[in-house]
């Protein structure tokens, strides 16, 4: 499957509407192919389950924690996995279609529309507007880098990929409190799914002169596992 077909399959199952490139799969951003287009479920067996802790912080609401388990089954004949994601319990479970020929982690497309739709329950914008916002973001690159990671007991080498897509936004002053959010995507060849850590996050002002600044909120979706 070419980068192309790749890319649309992958933005498709999150109804992201399709990659903003013309046909030439070299124009592609390192942070597009890195968290679409790659095989992150080239080395996981079928009947795995890789399993990732939720949490989510901040003074904004009260706290959450949840888990996503993503359910691998066999190649199909078109190549890729059968997957099944079960993403967060109860009132919070996001249900999108399963996909029958998966090559990318699925799960990174569940965190950002499960962020999406958040986006829109705090501030009333259109979910559309926000997808369009980091399907930008992702197509003009990001910034990429190549950290050392812990996971457990274990250290990995990693590739980060770290967005802001409402920062520079002209109409951001319609939800300015949530302008400056950040996303930051850990992916390592020495996870399973390769998925280590997705997360985003809202800070404020500092509560005095010399302090961090407050966490208004801040979601993570961490590897915690396979079985």
Do not use: C, W
């Amino acid at each position: 499957m070419d980068l192309r077909a790749a890319v649309a399959l992958a933005t498709a199952a999150l109804a992201l509407a399709g990659p903003l490139r013309a046909a030439d799969p070299s124009e592609f951003s390192a942070a597009e192919t890195k968290l679409f287009v790659d095989d992150h479920l080239r080395s996981v067996p079928a009947s795995t389950t890789l399993e990732y802790t939720y949490t989510k912080r901040g003074s904004l609401e009260d706290p959450i924690d949840d888990v996503a388990h993503v359910i691998v089954g066999p190649a199909t004949a078109g190549g890729g996995h059968s997957v099944k994601v079960q993403y967060l319990s109860g009132t919070r479970a996001l249900e999108l279609a399963d996909i029958d020929a998966a090559n990318a982690n699925p799960v990174i497309l569940y965190f950002l529309e499960h962020d999406i739709r958040e986006m829109h329950r705090l501030t009333g914008g259109s979910t559309s507007y926000f997808r369009k916002r980091i399907r930008m973001a992702l197509a003009e690159g990001g910034k990429v880098t190549a950290p050392k990671v812990d996971v457990g007991s274990h250290r990995v080498a990693a590739t980060q990929i770290r967005i802001a897509p409402y920062r520079d936004d002209p109409a951001r002053s319609r939800y300015e409190r949530f302008a400056d959010k950040i996303y930051v995507f850990t992916l390592s060849d020495e996870i399973p799914g390769k998925v280590v850590e997705l997360h985003s996050e809202v800070l404020g002002s500092p509560a005095a002169a010399g302090a961090a600044n407050e966490i208004v909120i801040a979601e993570t979706l961490r590897f915690a596992g396979k079985r």
